[in-house]
């Protein structure tokens, strides 16, 4: 089976019945809140759950089971899938040049309350779907707040975010909240079995480990170098608190190598899961990883902190790469 497609034609929603079902009684109940927030880890499917939700709403709400499923044979399905539904709107962030953040333009957000008062083109609903949230800045974020406020009759706001936190409090005090966990083990091994049957079981294994039950991010990782990279990451947690000064150029010389950024991201990102999985589990007294025994805990969240910030000023600020990977594991390594 191939790698599924993008999450606006993707007929599966895997693990996620309690939120799809939630939507459904919601939207039952004839008095459907007119904003909704779906939160949840980068990757586990909450883009997947809102255009599966918009079709089915914009089909009329057809019976069956699972929640929420049309057929990819619909006609509704068929013109979401190829972003010519003429009530549907998705937002989702720009790649701008190197340099620029990935980003929601706010020129974007301020056409959506026109578009959420025109009339349905078939008697249904308007919906307007904003994937990656957080990604809009302030003034994107303001702009969309009037039509929060005062949303038009048969309109619908779906938003999707994995930081909530960084959306401003009055856009999440007007939204109706579902939260998506993480896949069990049994749920990813399935999935992974499906997606990647070339992999053998122990790669899959690992990828369903280090994305911590996204599925979306195992895919990621698994067209990436993510194995690769999570083998680099261990390697180097490994040699705390006195990694080889050669090793660690040698580690920033291949990650800095990749034009656009990508390794150095990736292992970063990697990085950081690694450390919060290690920390949780000896705050919950369970084994501690041995480098761990170098600093405080607090220590610890406060570099996961650190090296966040270093990666986006690194792509952000077009900083040099090399030099970003020696000075977040210089940091990690000295007491």
Not at 284 to 310: C, I, N, Q, V
Request: proline content about 9%; overall charge neutral; glycine content about 6%.
């Amino acid at each position: 089976m191939s790698p599924p497609p993008e999450p606006r034609a993707n007929p599966d929603l895997f693990g996620h019945d309690h939120a799809a079902q939630a939507l459904a009684d919601a939207a039952a109940s004839d008095r459907l809140h007119h904003a909704w927030l779906l939160t949840g880890p980068r990757g586990v499917g909450k883009a997947t759950l809102a255009f599966r939700f918009a079709r089915w709403l914009l089909a009329g709400r057809p019976p069956g089971s699972p929640p929420l499923f049309l057929p990819p044979s619909d006609p509704t399905f068929r013109r979401v899938a190829a972003a010519g539904h003429a009530d549907l709107r998705s937002l989702a962030p720009n790649a701008g040049e190197r340099g620029v953040k990935m980003m929601i333009r706010v020129d974007e957000v301020r056409q959506v309350p026109r578009f959420l008062s025109l009339t349905a083109a078939e008697g249904g609903w308007r919906i307007v779907l904003v994937e990656q949230a957080e990604a809009m800045n302030a003034e994107a974020q303001n702009a969309l707040l009037k039509t929060l406020e005062e949303p038009p009759p048969r309109a619908l706001l779906l938003l999707t975010t994995a930081a909530p936190d960084r959306l401003l409090p009055t856009i999440r005090s007007r939204c109706r909240r579902v939260d998506l966990f993480p896949l069990a083990a049994p749920q990813m091994e399935q999935v992974l079995n499906n997606w990647l049957p070339d992999l053998d079981a122990g790669q899959r294994a690992s990828l369903a480990r280090i994305s911590d039950g996204a599925p979306g991010r195992a895919l990621e990782l698994a067209e990436g170098e993510g194995l690769a990279l999570q083998a680099e990451v261990d390697g180097f947690l490994r040699s705390l608190p006195h990694p080889d000064p050669r090793a660690l150029h040698q580690l920033s010389d291949r990650l800095a190598a990749k034009r656009d950024g990508s390794a150095l991201v990736m292992f970063f990102d990697l990085l950081r899961s690694t450390l919060a999985t290690a920390v949780r589990e000896a705050a919950r007294g369970g084994t501690a990883a041995p480098y761990l025994a170098a600093r405080p805990l607090a220590d610890w969240a406060s570099l996961w902190d650190t090296l966040g910030r270093l990666a986006d000023e690194t792509e952000t600020l077009n900083l040099d790469r090399k030099q970003a990977v020696l000075n977040g594991l210089s940091r990690l390594a000295s007491r």
